[in-house]
């Protein structure tokens, strides 16, 4: 494999060492859409199998240690956090991110930080509060917030009263995180909500991260753009604000469809990366960014999915340190839009799979994460074990 000039193998190797990715409890459990949930047998039911099954994409991938949750969906108020985290411990894991849910309690059907009712906003606030001493408590150091807020009618709400009582929330919340975490606001133009939703877009999400304070960034998750939107422009102006926090990794075609990573449009993950290694190369140092996965699979089997995400983000963020960047910028001195292009499109197409085979045997992992997967007998072992723990679906399950 030609590396580029700069990029010696050593560099590329300890720079792919130090790549990783985390995957989401609620990816290996059983989803659907709005129109119904088809079960498989070997999804997860409990946090203890979602555990195993983080796990056993760790042991073929090597380079996905940490797992995040979702803490409504992973965490029974019964449960003492401490043992899920010494669970996840003795697979080898490490709680990742911590995420807050103010969706789906039926007080937040007009919104949470931005429901009219003091009492629901403060509820929806102390719930957050809660997720830091969680995260506390389980060595996290993400706190992850996404929400649903917004309205479905012109009128329904006041919009500006609405980004006030966001940016308060936030503020707040920043005001309590420990030195060792940071927080992230994603945002999502629509879905739930309809009409407007409260953080829209990326520069909503940065003004609100500026306002709650230095620890406060913006997670980018590849779903919630609208169609045509440039997504490696708005993570070049995140990377120059200081402001890129981190990753959902997925793919979408329509909206936010949470497919298994670069299996639409495998390109646009490669320009994704190249700006975050054409800035890594300018500074000399790895930007601090949280790449997280953010996967609802729902005809595929769920870690099998989740290995094909992970295998491919490694592949185009390999592609993307092949950039000759002298090439690119010689070219631009030049005006030869021709050659500049070339440059990226150049790495884009080089196999780096065989390199990737290499590396992994290098450090003991399977060659072929997948295949490795697939005769470690995972799924049919879970598939026997969980299937009897679920509902049985008779033609329609809701
Ligand atoms: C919302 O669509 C989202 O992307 C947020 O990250 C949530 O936490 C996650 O999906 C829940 O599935
Ligand atoms: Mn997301």
């Given at each position: 494999?030609?590396?580029?000039?700069?990029?010696?193998?050593?560099?590329?190797?300890?720079?792919?060492?130090?790549?990783?990715?985390?995957?989401?409890?609620w990816a290996y459990a059983d989803t659907g859409t709005r129109f119904g949930k088809f079960l498989q047998d070997a999804a997860a039911v409990t946090i203890d199998d979602k555990l195993a099954d983080a796990a056993a994409v760790h042991r073929v991938t090597g380079c996905c240690p940490t797992f995040a949750v979702h803490v409504l969906w992973d965490f029974t108020a019964a449960a003492d956090p401490a043992i899920v985290a010494a669970k996840a411990a003795a697979l080898g894991l490490g709680i990742g991110s911590i995420n807050p849910n103010t969706f789906q309690d039926q007080c937040y059907k007009l919104g949470s930080v931005t429901n009219r009712d003091p009492a629901i906003r403060r509820r929806a606030i102390d719930h957050i509060l809660a997720c830091i001493s969680l995260g506390s408590r389980v060595g996290s150091n993400i706190l992850s917030l996404w929400f649903a807020d917004g309205t479905n009618y012109p009128g329904q709400g006041h919009i500006r009263q609405r980004k006030r009582w966001i940016a308060d929330a936030l503020h707040e919340v920043h005001r309590a995180l420990p030195d060792a975490m940071s927080m992230l606001v994603e945002y999502k133009p629509f879905e739930p909500a309809f009409y407007h939703t409260d953080i829209a877009d990326w520069g909503m999400a940065c003004a609100f991260a500026r306002h709650a304070g230095p620890r406060a960034k913006v997670l980018v998750d590849l779903g919630h753009h609208l169609h045509g939107c440039n997504v490696e422009h708005i993570v070049a102006f995140l990377i120059d604000e200081g402001l890129l926090g981190g990753f959902h990794f997925n793919?979408?075609?329509?909206?936010?469809?949470?497919?298994?990573?670069?299996?639409?449009?495998?390109?646009?993950?490669?320009?994704?990366?190249?700006?975050?290694?054409?800035?890594?190369?300018?500074?000399?140092?790895?930007?601090?960014?949280?790449y997280m996965i953010d996967q609802s699979e729902c005809i595929k089997p769920k870690a099998e999915s989740m290995i094909e995400t992970?295998?491919?983000?490694?592949?185009?963020?390999?592609k993307a340190l092949l950039v000759d960047h002298r090439a690119a910028a010689a070219a631009r001195e030049r005006d030869d839009i021709v050659m500049a292009g070339r440059a990226l499109k150049d790495a884009f197409a080089t196999d780096v799979r065989p390199f990737l085979a290499d590396y992994r045997a290098a450090r003991n992992l399977p060659r072929d994460p997948l295949d490795a997967f697939r005769q470690s007998g995972h799924l049919a072992r879970a598939a026997a074990e969980r299937a009897p723990r679920k509902p049985r679906n008779s033609g329609s399950y809701a």
């Amino acid at each position: 494999m030609k590396l580029p000039h700069g990029l010696s193998e050593h560099d590329l190797l300890r720079r792919l060492d130090r790549f990783q990715i985390e995957t989401p409890s609620w990816a290996y459990a059983d989803t659907g859409t709005r129109f119904g949930k088809f079960l498989q047998d070997a999804a997860a039911v409990t946090i203890d199998d979602k555990l195993a099954d983080a796990a056993a994409v760790h042991r073929v991938t090597g380079c996905c240690p940490t797992f995040a949750v979702h803490v409504l969906w992973d965490f029974t108020a019964a449960a003492d956090p401490a043992i899920v985290a010494a669970k996840a411990a003795a697979l080898g894991l490490g709680i990742g991110s911590i995420n807050p849910n103010t969706f789906q309690d039926q007080c937040y059907k007009l919104g949470s930080v931005t429901n009219r009712d003091p009492a629901i906003r403060r509820r929806a606030i102390d719930h957050i509060l809660a997720c830091i001493s969680l995260g506390s408590r389980v060595g996290s150091n993400i706190l992850s917030l996404w929400f649903a807020d917004g309205t479905n009618y012109p009128g329904q709400g006041h919009i500006r009263q609405r980004k006030r009582w966001i940016a308060d929330a936030l503020h707040e919340v920043h005001r309590a995180l420990p030195d060792a975490m940071s927080m992230l606001v994603e945002y999502k133009p629509f879905e739930p909500a309809f009409y407007h939703t409260d953080i829209a877009d990326w520069g909503m999400a940065c003004a609100f991260a500026r306002h709650a304070g230095p620890r406060a960034k913006v997670l980018v998750d590849l779903g919630h753009h609208l169609h045509g939107c440039n997504v490696e422009h708005i993570v070049a102006f995140l990377i120059d604000e200081g402001l890129l926090g981190g990753f959902h990794f997925n793919d979408r075609k329509y909206a936010d469809d949470d497919l298994v990573a670069g299996s639409l449009d495998p390109f646009q993950l490669f320009r994704i990366f190249h700006e975050i290694v054409l800035a890594e190369r300018e500074t000399g140092a790895d930007l601090p960014i949280a790449y997280m996965i953010d996967q609802s699979e729902c005809i595929k089997p769920k870690a099998e999915s989740m290995i094909e995400t992970v295998m491919t983000i490694q592949e185009q963020f390999t592609k993307a340190l092949l950039v000759d960047h002298r090439a690119a910028a010689a070219a631009r001195e030049r005006d030869d839009i021709v050659m500049a292009g070339r440059a990226l499109k150049d790495a884009f197409a080089t196999d780096v799979r065989p390199f990737l085979a290499d590396y992994r045997a290098a450090r003991n992992l399977p060659r072929d994460p997948l295949d490795a997967f697939r005769q470690s007998g995972h799924l049919a072992r879970a598939a026997a074990e969980r299937a009897p723990r679920k509902p049985r679906n008779s033609g329609s399950y809701a």
